[in-house]
């Protein structure tokens, strides 16, 4: 709104209560009722009825500013307390876990509030899992000077990809095990049921 007002030459009645000089009495009343008038245009109904009864354009942008900037304070302290304790469970998405930490972050970003990167990187390894320990230990002490996020997500991908291709491995092994295991006692059974060819002799007896 503030850009739109800039450019239509209208900023002043946000930024002073009374006029600035080169103004005539009327010509600044006109151009506040104008200004306070395409400000409540965009506004939703809920928020129109808070400044209806403002009577000039600062009192009413004053009033905006105020409810505005105590809405993202508790915006900003309910994303950070989020990101803070988010939390990856053994069993869930490393990928899906990546994708809520970044959009947290960015709508941390779009607060205003900007996490420097080691403290992104560091806040996103404490909230893997604990089989995921020796990975954290492994990164932290390879890094030379400080850990950057961007090397640290690239890292738990390629983990990711490690454990499942690893788990994977010994899925099909277990089933080859398995598998051998079952033939063979197959066979043992199947020897141990095989009938006999041999008849008994017929008995002779002597009249």
Known sequence: ?????????????????????????????????????????????????????????????????????????????????????????????????????????????AQGTTIEDELRAMLLMSSLPSSWETFVTTVCNASTTVVKYSEVTSAILTEAARRKSFAKDSVDEAYVVQGSTDRSNYQGRSSSRQPTNQRASPRITES
């Open 1 to 109: 709104m503030q850009d739109y007002l800039i450019v239509k030459g209208q900023i002043d009645p946000i930024e002073t209560e009374n006029p600035p000089e080169g103004y005539k009495p009327n010509e600044w009343q006109k151009l506040d009722r104008i200004v306070r008038a395409t400000i409540q245009m965009h506004l939703s109904e809920s928020v129109y009825f808070t400044v209806q009864s403002c009577s000039t354009t600062f009192e009413l942008w004053k009033t905006l500013s105020d409810t505005y900037e105590k809405k993202v304070a508790a915006t900003k302290i309910y994303l950070i307390r989020r990101l803070y304790n988010l939390r990856m469970k053994e069993s869930d998405s490393v990928q899906t876990h990546l994708n809520e930490y970044e959009s947290l972050s960015s709508q941390i970003s």
